[in-house]
């Protein structure tokens, strides 16, 4: 709840005043917001880690496939399973959907149609301030000891990182991005960096999704999924 208040607020603070701004000062404004947000809770709350309550129903152990995995893992999984098929069938299947689908690839067509463009954005950041909080849960439950105001900036960036991986716009592509992501990851470090000799491998995983971003924006920017605005538009 106070994560869509917060993006609703943001919404109509910085970003409508700049609807009609090019294209790169909403970027910086929204870094210049994603700072602003940080260091505001550190202020609120302190820079210190805090503990997600504990959950005893979550701390509990399955055994699958022979492997001891901890309940959260799976339950945290389905339901953002859950959830990115629920953002799939509104988007898709839904006429509010259809309007966000319609101000993303033209505004000034959308508005001609009769779409109220300042609702439909309103509505977007509605459901990523929701998605968000979601999302924060989910981090609590899954490293409850690493509660803090700079927590959500690295799986920020990691995020877009999967979102251009699968195609921006393309919700399958981007939990699929996620996906390769976590795994090229988890795996990289030791099945590639340990065999090269590299020292502390498994503290360059940071510096593997960012160089696979890079590598993505260089030679297919867009997306495994996607596909080239001139071929769509043919």
């Known amino acids: 709840m106070v994560s869509t208040v917060v993006a609703v607020l943001l919404e109509r603070i910085a970003y409508r005043p700049l609807r ?8 910086i404004t929204a870094i210049g917001a994603s700072f602003t947000l940080q260091y505001t809770f550190r202020g609120l709350y302190g820079a210190e880690f ?58 000034d067509v959308a508005r001609l149609m009769g779409i109220n463009i300042d609702r439909v954005i309103v509505n977007t950041f509605v459901i990523g301030g929701a998605l968000a909080g979601a999302a924060g849960v ?23 990182t999967a979102a251009v991986l699968g195609g921006i716009g393309n919700i399958p592509g981007a939990m699929f991005g996620g996906i390769f992501l976590g795994v ?14 590299v020292p502390a491998a498994n503290q360059l995983k940071d510096a593997i ?7 993505i924006l260089i030679f297919r920017p867009q997306g495994i999924f996607g596909e080239r605005l001139a071929e769509k538009k043919a």
Do not use: C, H
């Not at 999704?209 to 590598?215: D, E, P, R």
């Open 209 to 215: 999704a960012f160089t696979m971003l890079v590598l």
């Open 20 to 27: 009609n701004a090019p294209r790169l000062v909403p970027l």
């Open 50 to 107: 805090r503990s997600y309550p504990e959950i005893t129903a979550l701390r509990q152990i399955w055994n699958i496939f022979g492997f001891d995995v901890p309940n959260v893992q799976p339950i945290v999984f389905l339901a953002a399973l859950f959830l990115m098929v629920l953002l799939y069938l509104y988007v898709e299947r839904t006429k509010a959907g259809k309007a966000m689908r319609a101000v993303s690839e033209d505004k």
């Open 138 to 160: 989910f981090n609590g439950l899954f490293r409850p000891q690493g509660v803090f105001f700079f927590m959500g900036f690295f799986p920020g960036i990691k995020a877009f």
């Open 184 to 197: 090229f990851e988890s795996l990289g470090p030791n099945l590639i960096l340990e065999g090269l000799g």
